[in-house]
Nanobody
Framework: QVQLVESGGGLVQPGDSLTLSCAASGTIFTIYTMGWYRQAPGKQRELVAIITRGHSTVYADSVKGRFTISRDNAKNTVYLQMNSLKPEDTAVYTC?????????WGQGTQVTVSS
């Protein structure tokens, strides 16, 4: 069974940068969109960014200009480069792939922005 494995979370200070990665543990022949979502304590999960097979992107207004999503189709991997991090970016970040047979979700990785 294919799983999504995230890495790169951690504790950083405001203004710092962090890069998250999410890779599929097995072979997936077709992935339509790859995305990152986040959920802060006491809040609903929200979309952070998505990227299509053709590398078109959509970002939440709160991260535009600071975060960059990218993908490596050969490696079935999606990345999220996060710059100028703010305390309000603190959340569990989860990756998601959309495939012809349904959605795959990662387990989530904690990102904490605090001084």
């Amino acid at each position: 069974q294919v799983q999504l494995v995230e890495s790169g979370g951690g504790l950083v200070q405001p203004g710092d940068s962090l890069t998250l990665s999410c890779a599929a543990s097995g072979t997936i022949f077709t992935i339509y969109t790859m995305g990152w979502y986040r959920q802060a304590p006491g809040k609903q999960r929200e979309l952070v960014a998505i990227i299509t097979r053709g590398h078109s992107t959509v970002y939440a207004d709160s991260v535009k200009g600071r975060f960059t999503i990218s993908r490596d189709n050969a490696k079935n991997t999606v990345y999220l480069q996060m710059n100028s991090l703010k305390p309000e970016d603190t959340a569990v970040y989860t990756c998601q792939f959309t495939t012809p047979v349904g959605e795959l979700w990662g387990q989530g990785t904690q990102v904490t922005v605090s001084s």
